[in-house]
């Protein structure tokens, strides 16, 4: 390998990490007109939202459901790209002691009040926090909720909205970030799978930034940054066998605080605020379980949550909305778990069998399935970069450089919207800066 450093050109921005944070700044940028570069260490797009083949199966490696509307959708919209989605029909139902409860028809009442006298209460609840009028910060979802009701149903329809969001339990999700998401921000109403896997989206959004004068390096990791007065002057790129030093206007990072932190060069940030990159953001982690069966296991095509169980929060079947997704006679499914805790050490084996105990027990078909992948996510490589409630700010003690993604999201807020946020709001700053 060279390890000759050679000189490239300059980009007004450049981004680091092309997950959907990151794509989602670099799209915005490119359709105002600025030469960007997104380097990507993998070989792919999506960062933890992107897709593997296995066995001939399209396989998503994190998320599944994308947001319709909003702030999302409107990112592909400026480039021209359209949003390859199908929705299914109904979007969510529940899956509670062997029947399916589709919500849309009755409402959070509904549901409650199908296990609970205090559904009023709990309803009322909600009302105020679409008021304003929330919760303290210390307070967690569950110990909210047992000012409420002891019943271990709600409970669980709690914990699991809550390891399905969020990726942790409900006694490590503060109430508040609970309460905004779902009382305030309209919570995860429209969404819809790509039938060439999430990674599909990300493809057609990077053609887009490539059709509007950006560029996109895979297989290029960010080795160092270089600073002068309190920006980012350089970054030194390996791509192609070569490290190149690129000079940058602005910098975008979508690898979270805390591995922008380590990077060499990174100590201009100061001492305080890369204690506080190492120590304040919460990584949330899940189990994602890939299966195929020859027959169907419920009859839904969009995602289920359940009431009690020991680890499984949701489920879908794919192939309902997407057939493509998997070889003709398979129904492809994908099921979710959360370990507990979700946030801290856990033993890896007795979580993951944990999570089938579940499948086994909800779907006698299950021991007939043909397993595809069992991929924790933790550690370096999370289901959230922090959970909510302990983000970071996008602002860096260096002038023109934001963070995007799920460890800096506003309060509340999750999923790949959440994401598409972060990469708005990093976008214009970037480029109110170069209009300076």
Same mark, same amino acid.
């Given at each position: 390998?060279?390890?000759?450093?050679?000189?490239?050109?300059?980009?007004?921005? %450049?981004?680091?990490?092309?997950?959907?944070?990151?794509?989602?700044?670099?799209?915005?940028?490119?359709? $105002?007109?600025?030469? &960007?570069?997104?380097?990507?260490? /993998?070989?792919?797009?999506?960062?933890?939202?992107?897709?593997?083949?296995?066995?001939?199966?399209?396989?998503?490696?994190?998320?599944?459901?994308?947001?319709?509307?909003?702030?999302? !959708?409107? =990112?592909?919209?400026?480039?021209?790209?359209?949003?390859?989605?199908?929705?299914?029909?109904?979007?969510?139902?529940?899956?509670?002691?062997?029947?399916?409860?589709?919500?849309?028809?009755?409402?959070?009442?509904?549901?409650?009040?199908?296990?609970?006298?205090?559904?009023? *209460?709990?309803?009322?609840?909600?009302?105020?926090?679409?008021?304003?009028?929330?919760?303290?910060? *210390?307070? =967690?979802?569950?110990?909210?909720?047992?000012?409420?009701?002891?019943?271990?149903?709600?409970?669980?329809?709690?914990?699991?909205?809550?390891?399905?969001?969020?990726?942790?339990?409900?006694?490590? /999700?503060?109430? @508040?970030?609970?309460?905004?998401?779902?009382?305030?921000?309209?919570?995860?109403? @429209?969404?819809?799978?790509?039938?060439?896997? =999430?990674?599909?989206?990300?493809?057609?959004?990077?053609?887009?930034?490539?059709?509007?004068?950006?560029?996109?390096?895979?297989?290029?990791? %960010?080795?160092?940054?270089?600073?002068?007065?309190?920006?980012?002057?350089?970054?030194?790129?390996?791509?192609?066998?070569?490290?190149?030093? %690129?000079?940058?206007?602005? &910098?975008?990072?979508?690898?979270?605080?805390? $591995?922008?932190?380590?990077? +060499?060069?990174? !100590?201009?940030?100061?001492?305080?605020?890369?204690?506080?990159?190492?120590?304040?953001?919460?990584?949330?982690?899940?189990?994602?379980?890939?299966?195929?069966?020859? !027959?169907?296991?419920?009859?839904?095509?969009?995602?289920?949550?359940?009431?009690?169980?020991?680890?499984?929060?949701?489920?879908?079947?794919?192939?309902?909305?997407?057939?493509?997704?998997?070889?003709?006679?398979?129904?492809?499914? &994908?099921?979710?778990?959360?370990?507990? +805790?979700?946030?801290?050490?856990? #033993?890896?084996?007795?979580?993951?069998?944990?999570? /089938?105990?579940?499948? @086994?027990?909800?779907?006698?078909?299950?021991?007939?399935?043909?397993?595809?992948?069992?991929?924790?996510?933790?550690? #370096?490589?999370?289901?959230?970069?922090?959970?909510?409630?302990?983000?970071?700010?996008?602002?860096?003690?260096?002038?023109?450089?934001?963070?995007?993604? #799920?460890?800096?999201? #506003?309060?509340?807020?999750?999923?790949?919207?959440?994401?598409?946020?972060?990469? @708005?709001?990093?976008?214009?700053?970037?480029?109110?800066? /170069?209009?300076?």
């Amino acid at each position: 390998m060279n390890t000759q450093t050679q000189a490239a050109a300059r980009f007004d921005a %450049v981004v680091i990490g092309a997950g959907a944070g990151g794509l989602s700044a670099a799209a915005r940028l490119a359709a $105002a007109g600025k030469k &960007v570069l997104v380097a990507e260490r /993998l070989g792919r797009l999506g960062g933890r939202a992107s897709s593997e083949q296995i066995d001939g199966h399209i396989v998503n490696i994190g998320a599944i459901a994308i947001e319709r509307g909003g702030i999302f !959708e409107e =990112t592909f919209d400026l480039l021209g790209v359209p949003l390859d989605l199908r929705e299914p029909n109904p979007a969510t139902v529940f899956y509670i002691d062997g029947k399916v409860i589709n919500v849309a028809k009755g409402g959070w009442g509904m549901l409650l009040g199908t296990f609970t006298k205090q559904a009023a *209460k709990i309803g009322a609840k909600f009302a105020d926090a679409r008021a304003g009028d929330l919760p303290e910060a *210390k307070l =967690t979802t569950k110990q909210w909720l047992e000012q409420y009701t002891k019943n271990e149903t709600v409970h669980a329809i709690f914990r699991n909205l809550c390891a399905a969001i969020f990726a942790v339990n409900s006694d490590e /999700l503060p109430a @508040r970030a609970f309460l905004v998401y779902f009382a305030q921000k309209g919570a995860f109403k @429209r969404f819809g799978f790509c039938p060439r896997g =999430t990674v599909g989206l990300w493809n057609d959004l990077g053609d887009g930034i490539r059709r509007a004068g950006g560029e996109i390096w895979l297989n290029a990791p %960010v080795t160092a940054l270089h600073t002068e007065n309190g920006r980012v002057t350089a970054l030194d790129i390996q791509y192609e066998g070569v490290a190149k030093r %690129v000079e940058a206007g602005t &910098v975008i990072s979508n690898i979270g605080p805390t $591995a922008t932190a380590a990077l +060499p060069g990174a !100590e201009s940030f100061g001492t305080d605020y890369i204690e506080q990159a190492y120590a304040k953001p919460q990584p949330a982690a899940n189990i994602v379980i890939n299966f195929t069966t020859r !027959e169907r296991l419920l009859d839904v095509p969009g995602l289920v949550t359940f009431g009690k169980t020991r680890r499984l929060c949701n489920m879908g079947e794919l192939t309902a909305t997407c057939p493509e997704l998997a070889p003709p006679g398979w129904y492809q499914y &994908v099921a979710y778990a959360v370990p507990q +805790p979700a946030i801290g050490s856990f #033993d890896e084996a007795v979580e993951i069998e944990e999570s /089938l105990a579940d499948l @086994r027990d909800l779907f006698p078909g299950f021991k007939e399935a043909k397993m595809l992948s069992v991929r924790v996510m933790r550690g #370096d490589w999370p289901a959230q970069r922090s959970c909510a409630g302990y983000d970071m700010p996008q602002d860096t003690p260096l002038a023109n450089l934001w963070h995007v993604g #799920d460890a800096v999201k #506003d309060y509340g807020d999750g999923g790949t919207q959440a994401c598409a946020y972060t990469g @708005r709001e990093a976008a214009q700053k970037a480029l109110a800066l /170069l209009a300076a």
